[in-house]
C-alpha cells in the first residue's frame, strides 16, 4: 500500500542535541511538507520541497534544517537551536504544490526533552 | 495569513447536526477539509475549489462561498465517529491565476456523546 511512514514515533532530546526525524513516501508525490502541532495552534509549516535538491522555509523555519536528496525521502533535524522542540510533527506529501491536490499524512513523530 | 475557524468546540448528541465555518480574509483558490482523531495524522475529506461549488462525503459535506471568502463544513446526522479535530487548509490564489501552499486553521474540536 502506498503511504507515507514517519520514525520514530516517539523521540527525546536531551539539551544541545540534534535529532533527525525520518519521512520516507512511496506516492511518487513532487511535493512534501513538514509541520509542527502544538496545542490550539493548528499545524504550522516548517519548510517544504517542491523537487528534488530544492526546498524552501515555511512560516517556523528558525532551529530547524532539512535535505531533499531523493524523490521519496525528506528528514527534519531539530537543531540545538531550536529552544522550544516538544511538539508533535507531522510529514506530508502531495502530488505538487498546487492548490487543488490533497496532502497524505504520516502517523508522526511526537518529541520530547529529556 | 492563517484561517480563523468557528466555533473552536462543539459538544452534540448522537444524531444531532453541526456547522463548521473557515474564513479568509485573502482570494482563495481552494479549501481543502481533514479530520484529526487525537494522535493520529490527519485524513483528508474533500477540497473545494472556486467557483461555489458543494461536494459531499457520506454525511458530511462542504460548500464554498468565493465571494466572501468562506467555507462551511456540515456534518448531518452526527455518528460517533465523527469526533475529532476538523482543520480547514487555506490555498491563497495568486494575481497570475496560480495558487500559494495551504494554511491551516486552529481546527475545531468535535465532541459526539451517545
Known amino acids: 500500500d502506498g503511504g507515507i511512514t514517519q520514525s520514530p514515533k516517539y523521540l527525546f532530546r536531551k539539551e544541545g542535541q540534534n535529532v533527525t526525524l525520518s519521512c520516507e513516501q512511496n506516492l511518487n508525490h513532487d511535493a512534501m511538507y513538514w509541520y509542527r502541532q502544538d496545542p490550539g495552534q493548528g499545524l504550522r509549516l516548517i519548510y517544504y520541497s517542491q523537487i528534488v535538491n530544492d526546498f524552501q522555509k515555511g512560516d517556523i523555519a528558525e532551529g530547524y534544517s532539512v535535505s531533499r536528496e531523493k524523490k521519496e525521502s525528506f528528514p527534519l533535524t531539530v537543531t540545538s537551536a531550536q529552544k522550544n522542540p516538544t511538539a508533535f510533527y507531522l510529514c506530508?506529501?502531495?502530488?505538487?504544490?498546487?492548490?487543488?491536490?490533497?496532502?497524505?499524512f504520516g502517523d508522526g513523530t511526537r518529541l520530547s526533552i529529556l | 495569513q492563517q484561517p480563523v475557524q468557528s466555533p473552536q468546540a462543539v459538544i452534540l448528541r448522537e444524531g444531532e447536526d453541526a456547522v463548521i465555518n473557515c474564513s479568509s480574509s485573502?482570494?482563495?483558490?481552494?479549501v481543502h477539509w481533514y479530520r484529526q482523531k487525537h494522535g493520529e495524522a490527519p485524513v483528508f475529506l474533500m477540497i473545494l475549489l472556486k467557483g461555489g461549488e458543494q461536494k459531499g462525503h457520506e454525511k458530511i459535506s462542504a460548500s464554498f462561498n468565493e465571494k466572501k471568502q468562506q467555507s462551511s463544513l456540515y456534518l448531518t446526522a452526527s455518528q460517533l465517529s465523527y469526533s475529532g479535530t476538523y482543520f480547514c487548509g487555506t490555498a491563497v490564489m495568486y494575481s497570475g491565476g496560480g495558487a500559494d501552499g495551504l494554511t491551516f486553521g486552529k481546527g475545531t474540536h468535535l465532541i459526539i456523546q451517545p
Open positions: 506530508a506529501s502531495s502530488r505538487d504544490r498546487g492548490g487543488n491536490q490533497p496532502q497524505h
Open positions: 485573502k482570494a482563495l483558490y481552494s
